[in-house]
């Protein structure tokens, strides 16, 4: 299983930078299906202590970027891309990890997972998490239990971060197909690669934030009131003190 | 990277008994050792004690060691499994080349097969260790041309300094030749990590914030805010952090206890007669194994993965 094609279909996200509002919404609802699903248990360590740790697929974080007016603040949910070229898949030494034929989701096995932890260390997105309590390496299933379930109504056979998602900001779709609606939406969009330097080619494509608003006039500073005399300047002392 | 301890005594442990090997098996091909019970009980058996320690060592860090052995299949692409294939395969010819050196004389022709491919497995194990490292693209302190011939020449200065200790202890007259290869690979392990500091300070990692954000455009990136307020699995094993005034204060304890010393050792054993000469050995082996353990642990300490670019670092 190490080995692998890239499928012609690739099942992935596309994630709007531009509208993320950094609610968060998406990494509790992925921890809230997962905790119940393909990779169940998600273990939390120490949950109710100072030093709560746990199993998650969905990190938001929020960057800042540029200087001034020009810079923008931008949230960023970050979880597995379900790369083309998956060296979490080829350093796995038992097959445990692998990349499905069908629809190109990246899974791991978790009867089969010796917990070494190399995949995670040839992630450079930091997209697995290893279960201590289990032993075994954990991560995004894309809700490969959603998206094929024929026991949920239609509409919610998507990732459960993109059904829960309120601003819109997470698509899911055939990123193999270049009609399927993602794909229009990432050329469009200028949907782009996270580290392409590192060759991965991620399938998941991230739109950038739209170009901002032009800079409003700047304001005339408050009118000077040093000098004033008579009356007016006595309140501007008695009030300047 | 966080510095496990269990993988930084696998790796030396493992990499020194290879060494120790390998020189023992190319003096068996070439006539330069002869089959004896001591040299052999001795030698070999430090040799493989050191391998089997390792390796059972590197399965301590495993979540289901029980399932190791799942691990030999997947050779075709993971230098992990290729590691434990090579390092079963060359038991074969090591094992046999140690029983029959030890209790039997099996003649020079025998010898010399059952030695070379000893080394040669031997020498494979260590590569393979040290590609494990090298072919990992997040890890820029790893993923270089010096990750490989660092192993390799530690391997070799480690196991060359054992066997001139387990030499000069039997009084052998390989022991003369073994320790001026000490010496040579002993400069050639400085001169490798030398350069593989070097490279660091001068060659940075392709990834940056921007990078691996994409957020680039706008221009410079920094995090604001991280998506949790504690630690998590990502930045407990990636996010290790040495401070650079003590990686330097070991890389100093590493080249002057862990090589420097060793030679010097090395250089009095052969000035000297008995006892002087095994003591000085025995130092030298000892001082090679302890600098090679802060070695391999800066190799870790110091190493940087891009998935904590996310999460304020701003080089990997």
Known sequence: MTSYTTPTKRLGLVIDLDTCVGCHACAVNCKEWNAGGHSAPLTDLDPYGPNATGVWFNRVHSFEAGEGRAGRTVNFPRSC????????????????????????????????????KLCSWACPYGAR????????????????????NETIPEPDR?????????????????????????????AERGGYDLMPELGYRPVNKYLPPRPGKPAPPVQPAEP????????????DRMLSR | MHPAPSVIVFTVASGAGYGLLATLALLAAFGAILPS?????????????????????????????????????????????????????????????????????????????????TAAGAIATVFCTAMIYRSLKPIHAWCNHWTVPGYLA??????????????????????????????????AAWWVKRSYWA???????????????????????RLLDPPHTGENFVTKEMGFRIARKHAGRLRVIAVIGG??????????????????HSLAGAIAAVLALAGALVERWLFFAEAKHTAMLYYGATRA
Not at chain 2, 156 to 181: C, E, K, Q, R, S
Not at chain 2, 202 to 219: D, H, K, Q, Y
Not at chain 2, 259 to 276: C, D, E, M, R, S
């Open chain 1, 81 to 116: 891309l379900h790369c083309d070229e998956p060296e979490c898949v080829t350093v796995c030494p038992t097959g445990a990890s692998y990349k499905r034929a069908e629809d190109g989701i990246v899974l791991v096995n978790p009867d089969t997972c010796i917990g070494c």
């Open chain 1, 129 to 148: 998490e290893y279960d201590e309590d289990e032993g075994v390496m954990k991560k995004c299933t894309l809700c490969v239990d959603r998206i094929y």
């Open chain 1, 158 to 186: 998507v990732p459960a971060c993109v059904s829960t998602c309120p601003a819109h900001a997470r698509h899911f779709g055939d990123l193999g197909d270049p009609d399927s609606a993602v794909s229009r939406l990432v």
């Open chain 1, 224 to 235: 000077a009131t040093e000098g004033l005399s008579g009356f007016l300047g006595w309140v």
């Open chain 2, 37 to 117: 019970l001591w040299l052999g009980l001795v030698g070999f058996g430090l040799a493989l004690g050191l391998i089997t320690a390792g390796l059972l060592s590197s399965t301590l860090h495993l979540g289901h060691p029980e399932r190791a052995w799942r691990a030999f299949s997947q050779w075709r692409s993971s230098w992990l499994s290729r590691e434990g294939v090579a390092a079963v395969a060359t038991y074969l010819p090591a094992g046999l080349l140690a029983l029959l050196f030890t209790f039997f004389d099996p003649g020079r022709g025998t010898l010399a097969v059952l030695g070379l491919l």
């Open chain 2, 154 to 187: 530690l391997a070799a200065a480690t196991g060359l300094a054992l066997a001139f200790a387990v030499l000069g202890a039997f009084g052998d007259a390989a022991a003369g030749p073994v320790g001026i290869a000490a010496i040579v690979a002993l400069a």
């Open chain 2, 199 to 221: 490279f660091l300070e001068v060659v940075p990692g392709a990834s940056t914030p921007e990078t691996a954000t994409g957020l680039g455009r706008i221009g410079k990136v």
């Open chain 2, 259 to 276: 090589i420097v010393l060793p030679a010097a050792f090395v250089v009095i054993a052969l000035a000297t007669a008995q006892p002087l």
